[in-house]
């Protein structure tokens, strides 16, 4: 009978050789077994002999594994006798053949329904007693395979298989206008107005070995995935669409599926890493993905936007959600005398320079209650820009930068502002809950002379002076001509 030591020793898998025949049972232990994980385990040969101390050991073929042995996956490697049914290596089996073998069994095993001896769930003891000796497969939920290895009677596998993780980023977007010398900044969270485009990455740490990686993305009602925008990249290399992964959109799934004790919620996009990618994966390596978001109508001020993102791997295992938070502000305005009197009738219109520079789109949304036009309101054909109409008014969707009010028009009877406002809402939003309202002062004009007015008087007084100063000449010097 030909030696199987090859196979067994490169997957390192067993651990005690005891010289003896095949009576009795045996047991698998998973060492340094990850908290929370499943393990599953097949048997695919009979152990019917051995001899420890010579390292011979006589296989037969279990009847569910014939076909993965014969014409299968496993026929490069194994061939069956043409009497007894027994196993021998075909050749030499490196340790380079036996990832892929362990990952074709599982695969088989999968497709066949072939049911497993013994299963050890999450939060037990990770050892399977009571095995018949055998040859077994044995399988982790983290997603890449333990590996083979033989009851003989007792054997151990470690768990060398680490969870994937990931890292989600968003781009401050405010590196604009006066802030553009900051350069780009990436955390958890930023600062975006309706109508603004959002950049993202998540990075998945994918480990050696990958097995059924689905990255799931889902985002809040104030964002909508920007279509087209998804990048994948390992190191500098783009990754092919359609050959390295599968991008599905506006993806309903269950709870289940989505690791949550909610009802079935949607997911904006799922891609789905191809198994001939992940086969590819030899050692620990990050995949960037990058995609884009816009910053929609119905964003509020009162909670942030959020994207989240989560992995699942193996056979259904999940990462935690990455959460990252986009925040849009607001501000209100409001028209005061110099005595601090509210004024009406003031009309503003917003920019994003204190001369010149770009006018903000605006749409009323109710009395007093503007917000930042999207682009599709913007661009759409007659769109005009509201106008800011003060008393007391609110302007919401606006990014932490620097805004300025061009008064259009002042309150009647009072001087229109010859220079634009500043609104600064680099420290947040400006509302008068928090008592940091924006405050503009108009002050009132002077009343001049006008016909009919006291400067007509003085003159009617004067003329009528001049008038009874002159008939009193005119009478003296009669008196005195007649005297003569």
Known sequence: MKKMTTLVLAMLMVLSMIAGTAAGNGSITINNAEDGHTYTIYKMFDLQSYNAQAGTYSYTITAAWREFVETGYGKDFFEISA????????????????????????????????APVATLPQGNSYTASSLDLGYYLVDSSLGTLCGLTTTN???????????????????????????????????????????????????????KGAVGYKLHDQMTKGLTFTNGSIVVKVGNEALTEGAD??????????????????????????????????????????ILVTYEATVNENATIAMPEENATMLQYGDHAFTNWAITKTRNYAFEVVKVDKDGNTLSGARFELYDAKTGGNKIPLVETATGVYRVATDAEANAENFTSAIIEVGEATINGLDNIK?????????????????????????GSLLSSDEKEVKVVNRAGTLLPATGGMGTTVFYLLGGIMVVLAFVLLVTKKRVGNKA
């Open 83 to 114: 009497t007894g049914n027994y196993v021998t290596e075909k050749g030499s089996i490196s340790s380079d053949d036996v990832p892929m073998l362990a990952k074709e069994a599982l695969k088989y095993a999968e497709e066949k329904d072939i």
């Open 403 to 427: 805004y300025y009010l061009d008064e259009t028009k002042a309150p009647n009877g009072y001087n229109k502002l010859s220079d634009r406002v500043t609104v600064d809402l680099t420290g």
């Open 153 to 207: 009677p007792n054997a151990t596998v470690n768990e060398k298989n680490a969870v994937p993780t990931i890292t989600k980023k968003v781009l401050e977007d405010a590196n604009r206008n006066e802030k553009a010398d900051e350069g780009e900044v990436w955390g958890e969270s930023n600062t975006a107005g309706i109508g603004d485009s959002v950049l993202y990455t998540t990075t998945i740490h994918a480990k």
């Open 245 to 286: 992964y599968t991008v599905a959109y506006d993806v309903a799934c269950t709870a289940e599926a989505h690791n949550t004790s909610s009802a079935t919620t949607a997911c904006d996009f799922v891609i789905t890493f191809t198994e001939s990618f992940l086969d590819d994966i030899s050692s620990d390596v990050e």
